[in-house]
């Protein structure tokens, strides 16, 4: 590498660090912007169903009846609130007030002592399904917690023709947080690396400083690393700061290597960085590299690459689409590193495929960026 190749990058560079302090814009991008996702997405969404307002109906109040629902008013899940008839309950859901109906008949208990079978009403508001198989297991748990205690008071065993020995891998506390934290990270680099460079580019052909460049000795390879080495520093800063508060703020277990973090976060970056800049080949206006960025990354990195949504649960032809989708494969690798650990298997194949990505992301800009004002 001649003399005069160093001076041109480090001059390159230098003009590309300057404009980055002296833009707020990319500083708040890069830093601000993770830090207002997380605290949206940490605190304000959440995949559990707790303190799910519930109705209860008692005909006939009774010990065995007060021992049943004893159990919805000491758990996390559920905010009881007692109705007199089933009339008033189903009116109260059909205004929103709750979300289901717990209905114990006058016979109940006569039922339950001589017959061993005293069915209970149970009404579930379906509108958000999710939510209604959440509730609906809260409540089977409830109702077999209560049977359980109900039979050793009366000296009787509980004959269950299956029971279930369960353990929960990787998320013990099967916390959305846990869950939805490390996906965030992805969706974050990918507004970083691409919205950032886009933007930045299209900046300077609107600001008329990209004719400047081009009219410069430096090749368009130098050009083109001037721009790239600059927002990936930044990009690696928001990710570090992303994991610093999925540790320590919202206490997501870190189970895998941080070295391998940093890799696979830094071939993922390299690919956002490629999509960007080839993003800014095609438009050099501003908000028309903005729109094209959050369509084209930001809409499929948060839809398609199973950070809330599990893709083997999407119909074929759109499971076929998100492996294009490179947030795909990097939301896979967190998910595992930071829950899992270091699954090679899982790890290895997917690290594959963003530095394949990368290498045709980089390779397409490359090929459309021409030192030339056509």
């Known amino acids: ?10 001059g390159l560079l230098r003009k590309e660090s300057l404009q980055i302090l002296r833009d707020p814009s990319s500083i708040a991008i890069a830093f601000v912007m993770p830090v207002v996702l997380l605290l949206i997405f ?22 065995d009846t007060a021992s049943f629902t004893a ?51 149970l009404i579930v508001n ?7 198989r959440l509730v609906e297991g809260y409540l089977q748990q409830v109702w077999a917690d209560w049977l359980a205690k109900f039979a050793a008071s009366q000296g009787l065993t509980l004959n269950m023709p299956v029971q279930a020995d369960v353990r929960v891998w990787f ?39 990209m004719e400047s460049l081009l009219v410069t000795p430096a090749s368009i390879h130098e050009i083109i690393l001037s721009k790239l080495v600059p927002y990936f520093m930044l990009g690696m800063g928001g990710m570090i700061l992303s994991v610093a508060m999925a540790v320590w703020l919202f206490e997501v277990p870190l189970r895998g290597s941080l070295w391998l973090l940093m ?37 499929p990195a948060f839809i398609l690459s199973g950070f809330v949504f599990d893709i083997r649960s999407m119909p074929a032809a759109i499971r076929l689409i998100t492996h ?34 990368a290498a045709i992301f980089l390779g397409l800009a490359r090929h459309s960026a021409r030192k030339s004002l056509e």
């Not at 990270?185 to 300077?204: Q, S």
């Not at 490179?326 to 899982?346: C, D, E, H, K, M």
């Open 1 to 10: 590498m001649n003399r005069a190749l160093i001076m041109r990058l480090r």
């Open 42 to 63: 940490g605190y304000g969404v959440s995949l559990d169903a707790k303190r799910v307002p519930l109705a209860l109906v008692v005909e006939q109040p009774n010990r």
């Open 71 to 121: 159990g919805f008013f000491q758990s996390p899940y559920f905010v009881p609130v007692r109705f007199s008839t089933v009339q008033e309950a189903d009116a109260a859901m059909r205004a929103r007030l709750v979300d289901g109906i717990v209905w114990l008949r006058s016979d109940f208990s006569r039922r339950m002592l001589s017959e061993g079978n005293a069915p209970i009403g």
């Open 126 to 132: 379906g509108v958000d399904a999710n939510n209604a």
């Open 171 to 209: 998320n013990p506390a099967v916390a959305s947080t846990d869950f939805l934290v490390p996906g965030l990270i992805a969706v974050i680099m990918t507004l970083t690396g691409a919205l950032l460079t886009a933007m930045v580019v299209a900046r300077e052909w609107e600001r008329g400083t």
């Open 263 to 299: 890799a696979s976060s830094s071939a993922f970056l390299l690919c956002a960085l490629g999509m960007g800049l080839l993003i800014s080949t095609v438009s050099k206006n501003q908000f028309v590299a903005g729109q094209i960025a959050i369509i084209v990354t930001f809409l």
């Open 324 to 357: 294009i989708v490179a947030a795909r494969y990097f939301v896979t690798i967190l998910q595992s590193v930071f829950l899992a650990g270091n699954v090679w298997p899982v790890v290895l194949p997917n690290i594959f495929a963003l530095i394949l990505m």
